[in-house]
Every structure is written in structure tokens, then in C-alpha cells.
């Protein structure tokens, strides 16, 4: 990405409309496989040596939102929470879980107001959160093939990704001994159900 920004000003006026076509496809495809190796190492990491302690949701939920705060702006969105409790797990990869479902649920969204609402209901052995949204939704017959790795249900020009972020979910959510499904939400949208023990 340097060397063909420096090329760039180097040959300044000198460049054609198809020379600068050439430049932006090497840029893009640059920025799209450090994006992929960014998102790789975050899946390694997983399994290497997570910190578990008592993670309060609402303090993460709280940070995913200063994290987010352009993109929110950007697509005027906002995120609806109920109490969420306490669990034991890694900050770090809580935060990756949640940024990742609120992130997508934001992108992913053609609504004026895109809206992010997270829910929790204790049930007997677990604790199941709902991070549901009103966006474009992903259908039945895609909802297991999204959470494999290097699938893209969308195409590269519509949004940015590497099809990596909903295998880092579910890695996250399993290495906890929980489980992640995808269902409709009530008003259109997706809602990402986690169980977590």
C-alpha cells in the first residue's frame, strides 16, 4: 500500500485514467488482504491464552459504542439494551463478539434508523443474549454457511468485510461452552441468539 501510494505522487499527472483504474484495484486488494490477516490472527488468538474473569455486558456494550461511534453517526443508528448480566469470559473477545454482531447489524441495514437491541433471559442452565436488529437479514438457507470461515454473503462492492467476523462469533461462543444460532427478528432484521452457560 505504501510503495503504490509513493509510485502514485512520484508519477503525479503522468497517470492515466486506466493506469489510476490499475492503482485503486492494488490498493483495494492491499487493504483487503491486510484486512484478512488482521481478522486470521484474531481467530488464532481465540484458543491462546484468554484471561476469563467477571465481564459486566453492560460496561462492554458501553465500549462497543465509543468503538463505533463514527459508524453510528454515519448511519445515524442506535443500540437499545436490557440489563445484561455478568459472565465470566475474556474482555477482550467480548468485546470482539458484540463489536462484530453490532457492527454487522449497522452495515447490513438499509433503514433510516438502523437499530441495534440487546436482550437477556436466564434459562435454567444458561443465559441466552439476543442481539437483534432491523437490518437486511440473512436467509434460512444461508444461516448456517455464514458462520464458516472466508464466506461472504454479500458482495464486495456492497460492504466491506473478509467473512471471517461471525467464525470469530461462533470460536468465541464455543470456546465459553455456549452455542450461537441465527433467527428472524420480529420486524425484519436478524437476531443473533447466544447461550451462554
Known sequence: ???ISLLRKSMKERVTEQETDFFNYVQDGAKRMDQLIQDLLRLAKVDANPVVEKIKLHNIVEEIKL???ALMKEK???IDTDPLPTVFADRAQMIQLFQNLIANGIKYNKSDVPLIKISCTLKKDFIEIAVADNGIGIPKHLRTEAFEIFKRLHQQTDISGSGIGLAICKKI???LGGKIAIEDAEEGGTVFKILLP
Open 1 to 3: 500500500i505504501g510503495y
Open 67 to 69: 468503538n463505533l461511534e
Open 76 to 78: 445515524n443508528a442506535a
Open 173 to 175: 461462543v464455543e470456546s
